[in-house]
């Protein structure tokens, strides 16, 4: 009689696995299942808590249906654009049977320059993988090709639809899917399906660190800590109030210029993107450069901080930062920077320092910052009544909105390269994504206060009011930029996305004073921080007194250099910065430090 206690052998379950491997798999599929049950219980939790969400908070059934009924009002130019697809498909099968018998045949279409989706030989090699992403290519193109040529579309409407179909294009990519993918299906039978189980597990975990949300994991996480190999000049805390800390960085020449610069990031990221390394670190270089540095670290909010508006961040970030760095240094003249949304803030102060006849910034400098937002490229795109009012709705329940939303939106902006990319590694390659400390950073998110976000995104992106003179009231004063007379640097991205290069060069025809705009090689992050060292990308210069109308007219003047652009700023600063004085000890003057930096405020995480 045998034993029925005994339990069967685990390749029982797993034909073609080893005792040692099946019981691995027993182990993840147990894991799997028990980490699935609690997820789908917090979920009903969350779901009864919440209640339902909007079916379309982006609103985009009635924009797609309004552009349906415009395409259909000329069924001929559709069916002609059916033809045209089906006679490339026809080409495509036609050059593919060719090949399968052996002869040498050109592709019909190739993915762009610096698409990183089709870089494994097989897509090349292998017939049916070649075909594959042609066909893809082919349906992508046509696709985008036919939306753009409908009539009596508004741009605005035709932005849109051309974004969300972009998104849809790349969301089908065969590289997404685990059968199509040629790397996929190596390594799903290399490890027997063992890829596919950990990526399971990895989608679990994003689940659960997003609290049934899918939070992408876009790097090690635990490899990188804020004040320890991220975020390491010296210096210290020696000021702060409810909305930031003022950084004081300690100097690294013995002589420094008479006037401090005051750093202001933007509060939507944090600012150690501007000391990630030592290597790429603009802080640690402007100190080498003999400035006495100070930088904003913005409050992460919470609901407590929902009634923060835009005067706020104005009056307890820079202005309040402006008497503290007097009382530090004895010093009342200071140049500035302003990063992004913290240059928009900027300018907004420069404006209203200037209507109060306030002198104390006597130069500034703006890192891809709008203040005209008439093209401001795709993030447009999320603006608009419908959508405005959804997120107004959004943030009211919390006080703010989340920091995970806006991380979202950016990523969206580079879909393939900051979200279907990790899908693959993460999900289908079951593997964990690589230590990179900029996607570190670009995942440490931040909230924002519901009123102030609000204010921002109707009065500058949705009214442009901030370009107008007169258009904002701030503390009962007309905020005009014509009455800014000081010396400005406006630095741009040849590539940036989210600050787009031409919108940035609208700045130079509102202020008043001699403006040096300067075009960055690469986009939003890189385009700044480039160090010189590094000898990467170039920038463009143009040596005409008076700035053209647009961008493209200085262009057509400007001229070309290699590598980094923080020289020419360096150059162009040191003039304006004063003599040279004794290095300043942060802590030592009449302000007393807090803390080391970078301070607590920057270590405050929304998610881990």
Known sequence: MSDTSVPPSPTGTFPGFSDAEA?????????????????????????????????????????????????????NKLVQAQVELWQQYMRLWQ???????????????????????????AWKDEVIFDYLKQSYLLTARWLQGTITDVDGVDDKTAQKVDFYTRQFIDAMSPTNFALTNPQVVKATVESKGENLVKGLQNLLTDLERGKGRLAIRQTDMKAFKVGENVATSPGKVVYQNDVMQLIQYAPRTDEVYA??????PPWINKF????????????KWATERGYTVFVISWVNPDETLSKLVFEDYMKKGPLAALDAIEKATGERKVSAIGYCIGGTLMATTLAYMA??????????????????????????????????????ETMSKKGYLDGAEMATTFNMLRANDLIWSFVVNNYLMGKDPFPFDLLYWNADATRMPAAMHSYYLRNMYQKNLLAKPGGLIIDNVPIDLGKITIPIYLQAGKDDHIAPAKSVYKATQLFSGPVRFMLAGSGHIAGVVNPPQAKKYQHWLN???????????????????????WNDWDKWLSEKSGPKVPARIPGHGNLPAFEDAPGSYVKVRVID
Not at 57 to 70: W, Y
Not at 276 to 282: T, V
């Open 23 to 75: 019981e691995k798999m027993q182990k993840a599929f147990k894991d799997i299942g028990e980490r699935s049950q609690q997820l789908l219980k917090d979920f009903a939790e969350r779901y009864a808590a919440e209640g339902p969400q909007p079916v379309d908070p982006l609103h985009l059934t009635q924009t797609f249906m309004d552009f349906t009924a415009k395409m259909l009002a000329d069924p």
């Open 95 to 121: 050059v593919t049977a060719q090949r399968m018998m052996g002869q040498k045949v050109e592709p019909l279409v190739e993915p762009a320059k610096g698409d990183k989706r089709f870089k494994d030989p």
């Open 259 to 264: 006037m401090p610069l005051l750093i202001v």
């Open 272 to 283: 150690y993107i501007l000391d990630l390394k030592p290597e790429n670190s603009f802080i």
């Open 355 to 392: 209507a109060r006849g306030d002198t104390r910034i006597a130069a500034c400098t703006f890192f891809t910052a709008q203040v005209d937002f008439t093209e401001p490229g795709e993030l447009g795109i999320f603006i608009d009544e419908d959508q405005l009012a959804s997120l107004e």
């Open 543 to 565: 040596e005409t007194a008076i700035n053209p109308p647009t961008l493209e007219e200085w262009k057509a003047g400007a001229t070309e250099f290699p590598g980094s652009w």
